[in-house]
């Protein structure tokens, strides 16, 4: 699979070729959608809670008399029947959400996302990706030089200077191959990959 490689202009200098095992593979919808769902899911902390009958805060008084006002009987305001009572199954902040993903699948699903943004011509190669001092200007400059507005690079290496000049930019994520996440690919417009970065992507997901 040939990709294209861009210069500092962010124009096409060149083809790079890389692995059929990462970036020449079928597209398959099912598959990414799983992946990325899994991932959506396991990143949910489960933080947050519903109250039933007992904890609702109510008096244990009979709101009215059993008989003679027509109305069905009722013993407390904390009934799930009634506003602001208790709900019968309460959402708990103990709730697992996380969902299993065999690694076989997950690297078949990655390898499928990188294939489509190749085809989709949202995936480039670059020689390397560092700063020499850890300015968000300079970066900055660097992007919109190669006219990039929202951009995910996956350089081999994160130094200190290139992460701190990067965190502040708005749409912009630098990762190392390890910590790229189907949905971060998915997100973003463009992806940028150093040469160094695609020999560990053939050693994690070919």
Do not use: C
């Amino acid at each position: 699979m040939q990709l294209e490689l861009l210069n500092e202009q962010g124009q096409a200098a060149s083809k790079y070729d890389a692995p059929e095992t990462v970036f020449g593979r079928e597209y398959n919808e099912d598959l990414v959608h799983q992946i990325v769902v899994a991932f959506q899911a396991n990143a949910r902390q489960g933080t947050r809670a519903q109250k039933d009958r007992e904890q609702v805060h109510h008096s244990t008084k009979k709101p009215f008399k059993q008989k003679g006002t027509g109305r069905a009987r009722a013993g407390m305001t904390s009934s799930p029947l009634w506003r602001g009572g208790g709900r019968i199954f309460p959402n708990m902040p103990d709730e697992n959400f996380t969902q299993k993903i065999n690694k076989k699948m997950y690297r078949a699903g990655m390898a499928a996302i990188f294939s489509q943004l190749a085809r989709e011509g949202r995936l480039a190669v670059v020689d390397s990706m560092k700063v020499d001092s850890p300015k968000t200007k300079q970066l900055a400059a660097r992007f919109k030089a190669m006219n990039l507005e929202s951009v995910l690079v996956i350089a081999e290496e994160v130094d200190e200077n290139l992460y701190l000049a990067s965190r502040n930019l708005v749409n912009v994520l630098v990762v190392e191959p390890r910590y790229a996440d189907p949905l971060s690919l998915v997100h973003f417009r463009k992806v940028l990959v150093t040469k160094g970065a695609i020999d560990k992507l053939k050693e994690m997901f070919a």
